[in-house]
T-cell receptor, first 112, second 112 residues
Framework: NAGVTQTPKFQVLKTGQSMTLQCAQD?????MYWYRQDPGMGLRLIYY???????DKGEVPNGYNVSRLNKREFSLRLESAAPSQTSVYFC???????????FGPGTRLTVL | QKEVEQNSGPLSVPEGAIASLNCTYS??????FFWYRQYSGKSPELIMF????GDKEDGRFTAQLNKASQYVSLLIRDSQPSDSATYLC????????????FGTGTRLTVIP
């Protein structure tokens, strides 16, 4: 039982490049989330998916897209990376209680 | 915009002492409050939650909630060096996005 897994762990991009961050959970949770964490800003919600087939914007969605591929997988795509998107990205999932979330290990992204 | 405020610290306490972490929130209608612990370079982990005014104890941890004053606190008794981490306060927004809003965290160091 791996919980929430994320790939890659580290990534360096150049401005304008695109990439997709992958997230998968094996806890049969309905809801999944993408956050970014920046120094002094705390965790901020980018997008979430309350159930398979649905996605909604969070607090900071601009510059990102998401896909809930199936119940297990929720990906985050940066179409044209910008230095302001340098951050640590966390994926999380929850079962019936959306406030009790389980986090993945994170992806450290640097955009040059 | 839900605001959750925490003193960023660092807060240093000697081993065996009580560590007191505080959090205030802006939305008077908030009902659910959570404490996540985050070790350096790791992902957040839920350690406590509280819904009602008063105290809730779990082992060495006590969460305290005062809705009239809009503050939540976390007490750690008999602090251990392994408690050294950043503690994130989170408030669940049930009226809008049904999501968690996090504070920026308080960094705690327990000195052996």
């Amino acid at each position: 039982n791996a919980g929430v897994t994320q790939t890659p762990k580290f990534q360096v991009l150049k401005t304008g490049q695109s990439m997709t961050l992958q997230c998968a959970q094996d806890m049969n949770h309905n809801s999944m989330y993408w956050y970014r964490q920046d120094p002094g800003m705390g965790l901020r919600l980018i997008y979430y998916s309350a159930s398979e087939g649905t996605t909604d914007k969070g607090e900071v969605p601009n510059g990102y897209n998401v896909s809930r591929l199936n119940k297990r997988e929720f990906s985050l795509r940066l179409e044209s990376a910008a230095p302001s998107q340098t951050s640590v990205y966390f994926c999380a999932s929850s079962d019936r209680d959306p406030a009790k979330q389980f986090f993945g290990p994170g992806t450290r992204l640097t955009v040059l | 915009q839900k605001e959750v405020e925490q003193n960023s610290g660092p807060l240093s306490v000697p081993e065996g002492a009580i560590a007191s972490l505080n959090c205030t929130y802006s939305d008077r209608g908030s009902q659910s409050f959570f404490w996540y612990r985050q070790y350096s370079g790791k992902s957040p982990e839920l350690i406590m939650f509280i819904y009602s005014n008063g105290d809730k104890e779990d082992g060495r941890f006590t969460a305290q909630l005062n809705k009239a004053s809009q503050y939540v606190s976390l007490l750690i008794r008999d602090s251990q060096p392994s408690d050294s981490a950043t503690y994130l306060c989170a408030v669940f927004d049930q009226t809008g996005a049904n999501n968690l809003f996090f504070g920026t965290g308080t960094r705690l160091t327990v000195i052996p």
